[in-house]
């Protein structure tokens, strides 16, 4: 290989990561949001697609409790678990905040993989499957405490469920809500009733499914089988709720909020990305208010912006955000046009944001014998970037490489340090910009909601610590879940300092105001029985 062509391919190289990260700075950022606020401010009073109304217009009291089945069906896995709400709790810790592990008790959680079959199944067949997983997790309870003294099922002939989809549905009430068109891989169809098919998926499990004499079992082992299925209860939805949220309400209700503190946003950053706030009802399309059982009773409604879908595009291209590859992959998506800033921002995409970019330079050595798995669309997990790529020394991702992605030709070593130094590269300036467009979401939703203030002119000048206090300042808690933003290396620490200067930048009167992000910890599961706690108040 000449020198001159090894060059051209380190000028091309820095030409295509430079079109990710041109856009990570302070002026393009704060535009960014900016823009953005404006946008959501419109979708909120025009779009029947966005800004949807949830049932949700009261918040967490804290002192909420019960006993709950609870269930979240996120993109990638599906976990069911069993939790308690223990309310207020007397806590002498000198912070004053109660202990999330005091007022939320937790048992027999389990997780299972949501498969692309099921993915890709009749709706019958995934509903179905989450009853068998449902089933499971009440049996293994029942059979912890069968050997107890009492004979009596702990939860009853019934039992309340909170449900989590991570998916847009539409809703007028708590419990009950219908799908609408959704991604993630899924091919089920909108206007699905979620709770009829959850129901009737859990149902089987309540008949006795034997014939005598027809397993090899003898009628006093069927009949002990069939007392053992009887002891399962019925369950009753009690709430169903978008992932976000639930992350909302589960940290407003685990963490006791001090004077100056309270959960403004709920954030996922996982296989797909959303958000939550609360609005003022007058903000929304008036059309929205038929959506509420009481909207004479109704200030303040809990949001799901579905921040993804194709009206938030138009931010992103007026300010040339969008790469050549970011086209090609919304392009070759399962719905082209349909989710853009998702497609830019979360773990189902951003890997093969990578590989794209990846393939394009590598094809540019006229020497080089791409590995076929390579050329193959989703070669690249962005789990795979996260665990492996940010993480490993350049020994061990040498051999992950060569072992998942094998050169054409065994003779010849593919993956050069030149070539690993470039994929490192990619994956990193992809996942910044992850972050940093995320944070600047972030600030613009806060602005559209009035919880900070986006100067519109004069906005590039910094504006100093202000006069307040840090003690006093008012911090908004943005309560964050997924595995994007958990476990990718520097994505939280990225997405928070940019959210801390744009906040800063954005108005000298933002001085009083902190916006912190705060995991919620499993806050799918927590959330939805929290918010199954909470049905006579939103009722």
């Not at 295509?16 to 979708?43: G, K, P, Q």
């Not at 997790?137 to 939860?155: C, G, K, N, R």
């Not at 909302?248 to 909020?257: E, G």
């Not at 993480?391 to 998942?404: M, T």
Request: net charge negative.
């Amino acid at each position: 290989m000449s020198h001159l062509a090894a060059s051209d391919q380190q000028h091309e190289a820095c030409k295509a990561i430079s079109a990710f990260t041109d856009c990570i700075n302070e002026s393009t950022l704060l535009d960014l949001a900016v823009r953005f606020s404006e946008t959501y401010s419109s979708l909120a009073r025009t779009s029947l697609d966005q800004f949807l109304v949830t049932p949700v217009t009261a918040l967490p009291t804290g002192k909420e409790n019960g006993k709950f089945l609870c269930i979240d069906v996120g993109g990638t896995n599906l976990r069911v678990g069993l939790i308690e709400l223990v309310g207020d709790v007397d806590d002498a810790a000198k912070d004053g905040q109660a202990r999330p592990s005091e007022k939320v008790r937790r048992s027999h959680d389990k997780s299972w993989p949501i498969g692309d079959h099921l993915k890709m199944d009749q709706a019958e067949d995934l509903f179905a499957w989450i009853g068998d997983c449902i089933a499971e997790v009440i049996t293994e309870a029942l059979d912890q405490v069968s050997a107890s003294a009492s004979a009596e099922s702990p939860f009853g002939e019934e039992l309340l469920l909170g449900i989590t989809f991570s998916f847009p549905m539409a809703q007028k009430r708590l419990s009950e809500a219908t799908l609408l068109p959704m991604g993630k891989g899924f091919a089920i169809t909108s206007d699905l009733n979620l709770g009829k098919m959850l129901l009737h998926g859990y149902q089987r499990h309540l008949v006795e499914p034997l014939e005598s004499g027809t397993n090899g079992l003898s009628e006093e082992k069927q009949s002990k089988k069939k007392r053992k299925l009887s002891r399962l209860p019925r369950i009753r939805i009690a709430a169903i709720t978008n992932d976000t949220v639930a992350t909302f309400a589960s940290l407003a209700y685990a963490v006791k909020a001090a004077p100056n503190s309270r959960v403004a946003m709920g954030l996922i950053v996982g296989t797909g990305t959303n958000a939550t706030v609360p609005m003022q009802l007058a903000d929304l399309h008036p059309a929205k208010q038929d959506d509420l059982a009481h909207p004479e009773n109704v200030e303040t409604v809990v949001i799901n912006t579905e921040w993804t879908i194709n009206g938030t595009e138009k931010p992103l291209l007026d300010l040339n955000i969008k790469t050549p590859w970011d086209l090609t992959l919304d392009a070759q998506s399962d719905a082209p046009g349909f989710q853009p800033f998702e497609y830019m921002t979360s773990g189902r995409y951003l890997g093969e944001i990578v590989r794209l970019v990846f393939v394009d330079l590598v094809a540019k050595d006229p020497e080089a014998q791409l590995p076929s798995c390579l050329q193959k669309k989703n070669a690249i997990p962005t789990r795979f970037l996260s665990e492996i790529v940010a993480r490993a020394s350049d020994k061990i991702l040498v051999h992950e490489l060569a072992r998942r992605y094998a050169p054409i030709d065994p003779t010849k070593s593919f993956w050069s340090p030149t070539r690993v130094k470039l994929l490192r590269d990619i994956a990193y300036a992809v996942q910044q910009r992850s972050s940093a467009l995320i944070a600047a979401a972030c600030v613009g939703l806060l602005d559209c909601v009035h919880d900070i203030r986006l100067d519109r002119q004069g906005q590039l000048e910094l504006n100093g610590n202000g006069s307040g206090k840090e003690e006093e300042a008012e911090e908004l808690v943005i309560a964050y879940a997924g595995g994007t933003i958990s476990q990718y290396p520097e994505w939280l620490d990225t997405c928070q300092k940019w959210i801390d200067i744009l906040v800063t930048m954005g108005s000298p009167t933002n001085a009083s105001k902190r916006v912190v992000l705060k995991e919620a910890l499993d806050g799918g599961i927590i959330g939805a029985g929290v918010l199954a706690g909470m049905t006579d108040d939103i009722a």
